[in-house]
């Protein structure tokens, strides 16, 4: 069974940095797009950005382009998710996800696994 586990989370001032990283136990990547989904207080879960098997093209939510950076190492089976530059709406339990297909989507029926999350605080 794939398990998917989130690290780095934690709480920082705005205008500071988190790197999130996600492992995969129990397989390894299997020619899959990964992506990172996040879940503020009181929202529904929204997509944050998306990275192809090979790593070669990503694709972000609007709110987060140019501050965040999705990357992987496949040969870790960990997909990874700098995040700078953070505002306090950034605020939220971050997820990784597995997807189903090796192209990136903004969708979660796109993905079939996913980790328990981690939580991200950003004080103003």
């Known amino acids: 069974q794939v398990q998917l586990v989130e690290s780095g989370g934690g709480l920082v001032q705005a205008g500071g940095s988190l790197r999130l990283s996600c492992a995969a136990n129990g397989r390894t990547f299997s020619g899959a797009a990964m992506g990172w989904f996040r879940r503020a207080p009181g929202k529904e879960r929204e997509f944050v950005a998306s990275i192809t098997w090979s790593g070669g093209s990503t694709l972000y939510a609007g709110s987060v382009k140019g501050r965040f950076t999705i990357s992987r190492d496949n040969a870790k089976n960990t997909v990874y998710l700098q995040m700078n530059s953070l505002k306090p709406e950034d605020t939220a339990v971050y997820y990784c996800?597995?997807?189903?297909?090796?192209?990136?989507?903004?969708?979660?029926?796109?993905?079939?696994?996913w980790g328990q999350g981690t939580q991200v605080t950003v004080s103003s």
């Open positions: 996800a597995e997807g189903r297909y090796s192209r990136t989507s903004i969708t979660e029926r796109d993905y079939d696994y």
